[in-house]
């Protein structure tokens, strides 16, 4: 009988997974921040290898890029080091390996779509960790499936951007969103079906995409999405004024963000054998599931 360990199971992607993967019949032992701390490696070790698992799946990391950028060990041994031993110790164990990577390790030069293909050539340290955990994953089982992921959006007890924009818009706040940088999201509901796809009825290895179809977006496009599906699914009266921000403008962005990274879905549909959710429908469906829901602005709140 299989047993999936979720490593990162308090954060936006884990959360919701590890109770996906219940919900579909699955055994899953999660693991979050104070379950496991992955700064320990001799933890770790013991950790997984008591766990019974037979699918390991690493949702964790030091994401936040300023935090990053302010503690490069701690981000180099949680996001690369940590990874490379979960790989090691899956391989001798006979488990299948499922890590998440990110688009912020493409190199965002050039519009258009990116494939598994394209060149890596991270702009910050978060970047860098991971591509890093990419490279020892990869090179410690070759078999393991290291899935990247953008913009992972639809978690509302973890609001990402729509979510926070829905908020500002609900509470009359003004909005804003850069338009110079562009990606391509995942809805998390798509995004953990296609992980459990992956998981139990696939051995795809390598390098794999994980995100929706669809023309790449700026944040502001994104928030503009969000915010019509909103006005036609009743929760606001009226589509509101988004002014226009440049990514060199933001305050808060201490360290680099990459402009290009959006991801081409094409090897994921091909292992689905059917087409990969266009963005703008997933967004449209998980605006629905929140007008549909009277806890949603308190939870977003």
Not at 41 to 65: D, E, R
């Amino acid at each position: 009988m299989s047993r999936t360990l979720v490593f990162g199971s308090g954060g936006r992607v884990g959360s919701r997974l590890a109770e996906h993967l219940r919900d579909a019949g699955a055994e899953v032992v999660a693991c979050g921040r104070n379950t496991c701390d992955l700064e320990d490696l001799s933890a770790l070790k013991k950790f997984l290898l008591s766990s019974g698992a037979t699918h390991v799946i690493n949702c964790a990391a030091v994401s936040g890029l300023e935090a990053c950028l302010d503690d490069p060990v701690t981000a180099h041994r949680v996001n690369a080091m940590a990874p490379e031993l979960m790989a090691r110790l899956c391989r001798l164990e006979g488990m299948r390996f499922i890590h998440l990577s990110t688009d912020y390790v493409l190199d965002g030069r050039r519009p258009g779509l990116k494939t598994e293909a394209d060149k890596c050539r991270p702009v910050n340290v978060y970047g860098e960790s991971k591509l890093e955990a990419e490279l020892r994953v990869r090179e410690e089982m070759p078999e393991a499936l290291v899935a990247r992921v953008s913009w992972v959006f639809g978690n509302s007890a973890r609001p990402s951007f729509p979510e926070m924009m829905l908020r500002r818009a609900l509470n009359g706040q003004a909005l804003a969103a850069v338009a110079d940088k562009w990606s391509l999201p995942a809805w998390i509901e798509d995004l953990c079906e296609w992980l459990r796809f992956l998981a139990y009825e696939s051995d795809a290895a390598g390098i794999l995409h994980l995100c929706q179809s669809g023309e790449p977006v700026s944040w502001h496009g994104y928030a503009l999405a969000a915010l019509e599906s909103a006005v036609k699914h009743g929760l606001l009266h009226e589509l509101p004024p988004v002014a226009e921000q440049k990514l060199d403008e933001q305050a808060g962005f201490r360290d680099a963000r990459p402009r290009h990274t959006a991801m081409s879905s094409g090897r994921l549909a091909s292992l689905l054998g059917r087409p990969v959710r266009p963005y703008r429908e997933a967004v449209e469906l998980a605006v629905a599931s929140y007008a549909a829901d009277p806890t949603f602005l308190s939870r977003i709140s």
